[in-house]
């Protein structure tokens, strides 16, 4: 087993993952659901995020191509669909998403995509399967995968742990601390994606 490549790329994806900073988002979003539909929720967003992912390791190139679109642009969606998670954050309309938005829909938007299956987990994906020279290197960032993924299921699992000591009063302060943090990395996704898109442009000239 090359045990360089299962280490490099599960460090890569998990730092870019990032299960700790998933926390608060996570909290802000759940925090006032019950237990059951919170770990519910976990296992739904994880499951979606490790689907999403698997599916652009497999095929995520020649479907960008097929639709003539570019990593940038998926980057620049992602980012704008994050704002108006960011907003709804700030603006504390989502003191009721458990009765309105749905369990589902939470693990899966924002949750599992583009929080934990975004642009910058699929095109580091992308770019390992284009490096995997074997079938052997391939299972290898298979596993790798299935290890972050499992990792990230526990982290959120247990942020049950964290409700429980920061009651409702803490949890309303950290969905509020959630949310200027969520519009900031949709905006560096955004900037990011304008400064991949010039960058292009210019190289043509």
Do not use: C
């Not at 960008?64 to 504390?92: K, R």
């Not at 596993?143 to 742990?161: H, K, P, Q, Y």
């Amino acid at each position: 087993m090359n045990v360089k490549l299962f280490g490099e790329f599960f460090v890569t994806l998990l730092v870019i993952v990032d299960p700790p900073g998933m926390v608060p988002v996570f909290l802000a979003l759940t925090g006032s659901m019950p237990a059951k539909a919170r770990n519910k929720a976990a296992t739904q967003a994880v499951l979606l995020a490790l689907g999403v992912i698997v599916g652009f390791a497999i095929a995520g190139q020649t479907l960008l191509d097929y639709l003539h679109v570019q990593l940038p642009a998926l980057q620049a969606a992602g980012g704008l669909l994050l704002v108006l998670v960011a907003l709804q954050l700030l603006t504390g309309k989502t003191d009721e998403p458990a009765d309105q938005v749905g369990t589902s829909n939470v693990a899966l938007v924002p949750i599992g995509t583009p929080l934990l299956a975004g642009p910058g987990a699929i095109v580091a994906t992308m770019l390992f399967v284009q490096r995997a020279e074997s079938l052997d290197e391939h299972l290898i960032l298979a596993a790798a995968i299935l290890a972050v993924m499992a990792t990230v299921w526990l982290v959120l699992r247990f942020s049950g742990i964290i409700v429980r000591l920061l009651r409702p009063a803490g949890i309303e302060v950290l969905t509020r601390i959630a949310g200027l943090l969520l519009a900031a990395i949709a905006v560096q996704l955004i900037a990011d994606a304008v400064f991949a898109f010039v960058k292009g442009y210019s190289g043509q000239f």
